[in-house]
Structures are given as structure tokens and as C-alpha cells.
């Protein structure tokens, strides 16, 4: 709530501010990464590769109260479809909001990546048999990562604010990391940045031979979670093991 409006021009009632959107959910079974939510900052760079810049300070000209939404992360996808866009995130100053859009889903192995061109984040990864994966807003976010040259055992990363989701490895079996979020100094200082809207990595399922264990995708920095991976080839070959939480 804002109560008072300064009259002094030395004072001025500029508002900084740092908008992230919602992390989208990975798709299931050898799935894409979920892409990092969009980003908007006054202090250091925004996502997204254009503009890419910093935003302008919002300047405050009544008294009232300011509406702020945080976006939720999209849910994953426990079977092969793919995972949900997350939440968008806004700020509604007078006379207008502020929008920070959710990343996107990831593909599952039957389903493609969810698109949402103008309204996304950074664009979910491709899994490894859902080859398109999907592009992130210019002024948001990145896109997420393609799968391996052909369908098998390799998963694309989700786009993170900051850089592309990479691509998987065919021949190896590896998935692709997601992509970094972009780094803030706007709550601790220069000494001390923090990472926003990292993608998620793709998920694994099978190594590249039977005695190689699958590689799943790490998650960028900013919040993206590592990729999962399920049981490989006969031979000696782990589990299938969950996510992990991003950072």
C-alpha cells in the first residue's frame, strides 16, 4: 500500500523492481526440460535476447494499493504427456501491469512442448520423441533445446532467462542442460547476485549401449530442476530416479 506520495524532487517516487514468472513443468517419460519464467528487472538485465536491457524504474503518481501476483510453477507430468506452462507473475501499478509470463511446458514422449508465442517465458525442451522444441519470448526468455538428431534416448533442456536450453546427444544418450537464468543484484548488491528463471534439464531413459548409464540434464542456474531419468537397457543399468529440485 502506498500512502503518501513524496513532493520533494530530490526524492523521487521511482519503485525498482524484479518480476519472475512461474518455471514450467517437464513433460514425462524421456521427457523436455520445462523452461525458466520470464524475467523483468530495473536494476540489471531482463531474459530474453531482445531487448535484453534493463527497464525503466516505475514512477508512482497516486497513493493506493499495488496488486502483485506471483505465478506458480506448471505442474509436471507423471505419465507421457507433456508438462503445463507456469503461472504468469505481474505487478499492477497505476495505470498499468507489469508482466512477467510463466516458462513453458516440456514435451513428454507423447506430446509436444506447449506453445504460447508472445505469452511465454523461455520455451520448454523437446523430449526424445517430440523433436520441436519451443521458442521463448525475444524479451523474456530463451528457447528451450531440441532432442538428438533422431528419436531414442536423448531429451532437449528447457530455455532458461538467460541463455537456450541445450540439445541432447544422440549418440551418447545424454540430455541437454537447461538454460541459465540471468543473475540480479537488485537484493543483495554487486557482492552478492542471485540467479532467476532457469530452465529445468531434459530427462534420460536409456545410455548410449547397454552397459552405459543414462545421463539426464543439469538444471540451469535460477531455479531449474535436473532432468529424470528411467530404467536403461538390460545390462548393468540403475533405476529410474526422480527429478531433482532447482536452486
Avoid: W
Avoid at 531487448?51 to 497513493?63: C, I, M, N, Y
Avoid at 530455455?159 to 541437454?176: E, F
Avoid at 534439464?201 to 531455479?223: H, V
Amino acid at each position: 500500500v502506498v500512502n503518501s506520495i513524496s513532493g520533494n524532487p530530490t526524492l523521487p517516487n521511482a519503485i525498482d523492481y524484479l518480476i519472475v514468472g512461474g518455471g514450467g513443468g517437464a513433460g514425462g517419460d524421456l521427457s523436455g526440460g520445462g523452461g525458466g519464467g520470464g524475467v523483468r528487472c530495473t536494476v540489471d538485465a531482463t531474459g530474453g535476447s531482445s531487448p535484453g536491457s534493463v527497464e525503466t524504474a516505475h514512477t508512482l503518481d497516486e497513493t493506493g494499493s499495488i496488486t502483485v501476483t506471483v505465478g506458480g510453477a506448471g505442474a509436471g507430468n507423471d505419465s507421457n504427456g507433456a508438462g503445463t506452462d507456469g503461472g504468469v507473475s505481474s505487478i499492477a501499478f497505476s495505470p498499468g501491469t507489469l508482466t512477467a509470463y510463466g516458462g513453458g511446458g516440456g514435451a513428454g514422449e507423447g506430446a509436444a512442448a506447449p506453445e504460447s508465442p508472445g505469452s511465454m517465458g523461455s520455451g520448454g525442451g523437446a523430449s526424445s520423441q517430440q523433436g520441436s522444441a519451443v521458442a521463448g519470448s525475444a524479451s523474456q526468455g530463451y528457447n528451450g533445446g531440441p532432442r538428438g538428431a533422431s528419436p531414442g534416448n536423448s531429451a532437449g533442456g528447457g530455455g532458461g532467462a538467460g541463455a537456450n536450453g541445450s540439445s541432447g546427444n544422440q549418440s551418447l544418450g545424454t540430455s541437454g542442460n537447461g538454460g541459465n537464468g540471468v543473475a540480479t543484484t537488485i537484493a543483495y548488491g554487486p557482492s552478492s547476485p542471485l540467479y532467476y528463471g532457469g530452465g529445468g534439464g531434459g530427462g534420460s531413459g536409456y545410455g548410449g549401449s547397454p552397459t552405459t548409464a543414462p545421463s539426464m540434464g543439469e538444471g540451469g542456474l535460477g531455479g531449474g530442476g535436473r532432468g529424470s531419468y528411467g530404467p536403461g537397457n538390460p545390462g548393468p543399468m540403475p533405476t529410474g530416479q526422480p527429478g531433482q529440485k532447482g536452486t
